[in-house]
């Protein structure tokens, strides 16, 4: 038994059953036993791989996507260049080299920046991103950006900001706790707290004994204050995780750990509890700020940008076994039966007219 499940066990022994939110919480975030403060999750040797580590075009492509908002925004200077959630630095890395590439005077005129709440994981992206020849700054939070037009990139972030569940009962909708069972092992209980029906999607009044619906106003709460800034200050936002465009009914809270599904209470701290994202619910925060939304597949995205144009230059000098590694990677990124439908994309730019 991990000492973080111990704990848990004995959290619920001494104040009763948590709300699934609570412990999604203590799971990935705990200061001494939390799967992100403790461990290294990503890549071959982890627990699952991104997409800036599958291939360098993923980033090369963001980059460009947010050079072309810089551009549609009035080439604005000074600006700051952010990635929230920035994992390794594998993300930054990639679209540092496709900026200077591009244009090198505009990654001199701007400064960028990683928000990173893992001491951990900060001193790991430091590592990655020795040596480049701009100017890097870390934050915990988006408050202590510069108050200047903000391009920013989240991926594969929200899915892991805790959400709260609901279940449908005989007795109607309950929040969704963890508790102990007669044996003292962790087990999913329908709570005593109710829920507004207003938070529900539609479909759940109607939806059978048993039915579970999602709620995140953790990552609600996160996009406002992303948002926020680009309504006050300028600037475009990117964010790309696996969800749904439209908001539904069920259960898709999960653990991942050595490239394989686990059981979400069975190893507490040693796998990675995500979610789904809500991309409606996302966007409606964004639209309620005054701000243009556009959503679309990871696929579509990254086709658009020249997928494809990128990985013929990059295979044209190089051998066969290069070829297919750089062609596997196109079917992982944006392939239908791959991340190229489960990932979706949410942009956001202040609308046409403003600033």
């Known amino acids: 038994m991990t000492r973080l499940k111990t704990r848990i066990i004995d959290l619920i022994g001494a104040v009763g059953p ?3 939110s609570e412990y999604m919480a203590l799971c990935l975030f705990d200061p001494e036993d939390g799967y992100y403060t403790t461990r290294e999750p990503f890549g071959a040797a982890g627990d699952f791989v991104t997409a800036p580590e599958i291939s360098q075009m993923f980033g090369e492509l963001v980059a460009v996507w947010l050079y072309q908002a810089w551009q549609a925004s009035g080439r604005p200077l000074p600006a700051t260049i952010a990635e929230i959630g920035p994992g390794r630095g594998t993300l930054t890395k990639d679209m540092l080299r496709a ?69 449908r009962t005989s007795s109607g909708w309950r929040e969704r706790m963890v508790g102990l069972d007669d044996e003292d092992g962790l087990r999913f209980f329908a709570g005593a707290g109710s829920v507004d029906p207003s938070l529900l999607p539609a479909g759940a009044a109607d939806a059978p004994e048993g039915a579970v619906v999602e709620v995140a106003p953790a990552r609600a709460a996160l996009m406002a204050a992303i948002a926020e800034r680009i309504a006050r200050h300028g600037g475009a936002g990117l964010f790309i995780d696996y969800g749904h465009l439209q908001p539904g009914i069920g259960d898709t809270l999960q653990a991942l750990r050595k ?47 020249g997928l494809l144009a990128r990985a013929g230059q990059l295979g044209a000098k190089a051998d066969d076994s290069v070829r297919q590694a750089i062609s596997d990677a196109v079917e992982r990124l944006a392939g239908p039966d791959a991340m190229g439908e489960l990932f979706k994309v949410l942009k956001i730019q202040p609308k046409v007219g403003t600033s």
Do not use: C
């Open 18 to 20: 948590i709300p699934v």
């Open 99 to 167: 900026v200077l590439r591009l244009d090198p005077a505009f990654a001199a005129g701007v400064s960028f920046a990683m928000i990173e709440t893992s001491p951990r994981l900060t001193e790991v992206q430091k590592e990655t991103l020795a040596g480049q020849p701009v100017r890097l700054d870390w934050h915990q939070t988006i408050e202590t950006l510069p108050k200047k037009p903000l391009f920013i990139v989240g991926n594969e972030l929200f899915d892991a900001v805790p959400i709260r569940q609901f279940v």
């Open 259 to 305: 490239h394989d599904h686990d059981k979400v209470l069975a190893n507490p701290g040693e796998a990675d509890l995500t979610a789904h994202v809500d991309f409606a619910a996302l966007a409606a925060v964004v639209r309620a700020h005054g701000l243009d939304v556009q959503m679309t597949t990871q696929g579509d995205f990254l086709l658009g940008l």
